[in-house]
DNA sequence: ATTAATTATGATAATTATTATTGTTATTAA
DNA sequence: TTAATAACAATAATAATTATCATAATTAAT
């Protein structure tokens, strides 16, 4: 299955590498659309199914309606706002022993995992505030 | 909002309490039907929401197709076989220091976590040997 | 026990997120 | 330049979930 290269999956990949909030399918869509103004939202789709088939970016499922995607491959972590939805990486030090420790009573070979911390972010805290204040 | 008590609700919840694995409303729906054959879907999925809101069960996106949904409210993680789909609970120690250490950069306040491991369950791994021996 | 108030239900329509189909266009290698 | 074919845009289809609404079940007060 040889690929061929094309402008609107570079796009689609670009506009991700330039970017650290981690946009829907359909929010890239919107974006890419000021570019390629012609580009169906299954091009979209395709191309981000694809990219994360190659290991080019990764999905996030949060749990509460479309995936996210995110262009940062390294190995890490989300902490995501239960009150604005925002998702937000988590630079952290290697935890990888949590994986030997469920590896002990595991039906099978972990080969990755993946950790969602969920709270509120200092963004809504703040507006929280504000908003007693008024 | 005062809640009042429904034969179906009960019914759902003792089905997600009498078995380990992690069935998605559709799963559920049919095996409640066998008890109330006239139940809804929709009234499936408003219990499982409202349940999942009460803190009485808890939701498991596993980032394919459908949610599924666990009694087990005590903090566990999950192993997610990525051949199969099965979804095993993951018995395990303490390890809620991957607070701290996410805490240390995190632009929030940490409510709580999950984690899913992903691999293949030994199910599949031994039909995998098995189809090669044949 | 009867009634009144209101939540929950079943049936079904609507919505959201995503994938599949198809005829056309762009890319690549010869 | 052309031939082969991957990728495209447009759109239909599907899957998962939520919303609507008239009726039934539950609860509290008589």
Chains 1, 2 share one sequence.
Do not use: W
């Amino acid at each position: 299955m040889i690929r061929k290269h094309s402008r609107q999956r570079d796009s689609i990949k670009q506009l991700l590498m330039n970017r650290t909030d981690h946009p829907t399918a359909d929010t890239i869509y919107t974006c890419v659309r000021e570019e390629y103004p012609n580009i169906s939202l299954g091009t979209v789709y395709r191309n981000l199914t694809l990219l994360t088939e190659l290991g080019e970016i990764s999905k996030i499922s949060t749990g509460d309606g479309a995936d996210h995607f995110d262009a940062n491959t390294q190995r890490h972590h989300h902490f995501i706002c239960t009150r604005c939805q925002a998702i937000h990486d988590l630079q952290m030090e290697n935890i990888d022993s949590v994986m030997e420790v469920a590896s002990r009573h595991c039906p099978g070979q972990i080969d990755t995992y993946r950790i969602n911390f969920y709270g509120i972010c200092e963004d809504c805290q703040t507006r929280e505030t504000d908003d007693k204040r008024s």
